[in-house]
């Protein structure tokens, strides 16, 4: 009897849980399952339009082909510049976004006025302000221009690099701007932390840096991992990003599904980095402690 009360109330949880998904669901299989899946089909196929509907002619893996082998142009001349921006612009929104998480949960005067400062760029920064701003040029530091550091940095750099690093740091304040979302989640993390293990560390003796590194940061490591997701996940969806530009320029809708789901695995590969690399530092975290 007491088994079959316990199978009951699971069931119920379940019912309960699936109950508050299921708005969720039925959008995600409504809006997203038959556009993905159509998209997917349509990378096998030469897709027109014509005035009595879609032509439709099967080509196999033949855009597949060309994208990464034949026609290389497509993808990497644009790709591979937009992803050493990528592996500059991640690390600075991240390590950024945890340093004003920081400073912003101490008790200040106009401590809220900061915090609405901070986050107010994500309620704004829609596509096309955002890329209005950067066409404008409104992104850049001014002190690269005006100390000729675009020209120390090729010396020091090799020229693919260098290029990189010059328009990262043309629109570095555009790239602050999209740490709102990062630094909200870090402020909710550091507040997890109680502050009575903080009052122990300084009755020890231990400085500000100490306990950075020996309470802070090992217990930020979840949130760390959670922003560097929604970071690489909201990069690749950048305004001006290159590929996505290329999709929508481009009138054949087969070879742009093609590029598009090529895309896609690219994500999920600097995804799966992201885990592995989450997952050896918390495992190495667990066995030093």
Same mark, same amino acid.
């Given at each position: 009897?007491?088994?079959?009360?316990?199978?009951? *109330?699971?069931?119920?949880?379940?019912?309960?849980?699936?109950? $508050?998904?299921?708005?969720?669901?039925?959008?995600?299989?409504? /809006?997203?399952? /038959?556009? +993905?899946?159509?998209?997917?089909?349509?990378?096998?196929?030469?897709?027109?339009?014509?005035?009595?509907?879609?032509?439709?002619?099967?080509?196999?893996? =033949? !855009?597949?082909?060309? #994208?990464?082998?034949?026609?290389?142009?497509?993808? !990497? &001349?644009?790709?591979?510049? @937009?992803?050493?921006? *990528?592996? +500059?612009?991640?690390?600075?929104?991240?390590? @950024?976004?945890?340093?004003?998480?920081?400073?912003?949960?101490?008790? @200040?005067?106009?401590?809220?006025? /900061?915090? =609405?400062?901070?986050?107010?760029?994500?309620?704004?920064?829609?596509?096309? #302000?955002?890329?209005?701003?950067?066409?404008?040029?409104?992104?850049?530091?001014?002190?690269?221009?005006?100390?000729? +550091?675009?020209?120390?940095?090729?010396?020091?750099?090799?020229?693919?690099?260098?290029?990189?690093? =010059?328009?990262?740091?043309?629109?570095?304040?555009?790239?602050?701007?999209?740490?709102?979302?990062?630094?909200?989640? $870090?402020? %909710?993390?550091?507040?997890?932390?109680?502050?009575?293990?903080?009052? %122990?560390?300084?009755?020890?003796?231990?400085?500000?840096?100490?306990?950075?590194?020996?309470?802070?940061?090992? %217990?930020? #490591?979840?949130?760390?991992?959670?922003?560097?997701? !929604?970071?690489?996940? &909201?990069? $690749? =969806?950048?305004?001006?990003?290159?590929?996505?530009?290329?999709?929508?320029?481009?009138?054949?809708?087969?070879?742009?599904?093609?590029?598009?789901?090529?895309?896609?695995?690219?994500?999920?590969? $600097?995804?799966?980095?992201?885990?592995?690399?989450?997952?050896?530092?918390?495992?190495?975290?667990?066995?030093?402690?």
């Amino acid at each position: 009897m007491k088994r079959f009360k316990r199978l009951k *109330a699971s069931s119920s949880g379940r019912l309960e849980g699936l109950l $508050f998904l299921s708005p969720w669901l039925v959008g995600f299989f409504a /809006f997203m399952v /038959f556009p +993905l899946g159509f998209s997917f089909y349509m990378s096998f196929n030469n897709v027109r339009i014509t005035p009595q509907g879609l032509d439709i002619q099967y080509k196999g893996l =033949t !855009y597949y082909k060309s #994208i990464l082998f034949q026609n290389g142009s497509v993808l !990497y &001349d644009h790709l591979i510049p @937009f992803l050493r921006q *990528a592996l +500059l612009m991640i690390p600075i929104i991240v390590i @950024f976004a945890l340093l004003v998480a920081i400073m912003l949960n101490y008790k @200040f005067p106009g401590r809220a006025v /900061f915090r =609405t400062i901070f986050f107010l760029p994500v309620i704004f920064s829609t596509g096309e #302000i955002i890329q209005e701003f950067y066409s404008q040029g409104d992104g850049a530091l001014g002190f690269l221009e005006q100390y000729d +550091l675009s020209s120390y940095i090729s010396m020091v750099l090799p020229n693919s690099w260098a290029g990189t690093l =010059t328009k990262v740091l043309d629109s570095f304040v555009l790239i602050l701007w999209y740490s709102g979302v990062q630094i909200l989640i $870090f402020l %909710a993390g550091r507040q997890t932390i109680s502050t009575s293990v903080y009052e %122990a560390a300084r009755i020890d003796g231990a400085s500000p840096w100490e306990s950075f590194w020996k309470i802070t940061l090992p %217990a930020m #490591i979840p949130f760390i991992f959670l922003n560097l997701i !929604y970071t690489v996940v &909201d990069l $690749f =969806t950048y305004p001006w990003n290159p590929i996505i530009e290329r999709v929508k320029s481009n009138s054949d809708y087969g070879l742009s599904s093609a590029l598009i789901w090529i895309y896609f695995a690219i994500i999920l590969l $600097f995804l799966a980095v992201v885990f592995l690399v989450f997952h050896r530092v918390t495992r190495n975290h667990q066995q030093t402690n």
